[in-house]
């Protein structure tokens, strides 16, 4: 069963270009939400811990397993 609070793969990749992202350690505040998850995959490549990608303006979080799903979506190999 899946949570009825967290977003769809689909949910999130129409999510892609809003605005109002932020990655946990980040100095940048207001992303985009692609702009959120490449630089999570940056991180992730570099051996960094990725950290909590959040939508500042209700908290939402995105989890390692909707993050990957998203690297795919964009191209970015895993």
Request: hydrophobic share 35%; proline share 5%.
């Amino acid at each position: 069963m899946t949570d009825p609070k967290k977003p769809t793969r689909e949910d999130l990749i129409a999510l892609l270009p809003s605005k109002s992202w932020s990655l946990d350690g980040d100095a940048k505040k207001d992303r985009t939400l692609e702009d959120a998850v490449r630089a999570a995959y940056e991180k992730q490549k570099s051996g960094e811990d990725v950290g909590l990608v959040k939508r500042i303006e209700n908290a939402f979080e995105l989890d390692l397993i909707q993050l990957q799903e998203l690297w795919e979506h964009l191209g970015l190999p895993l």
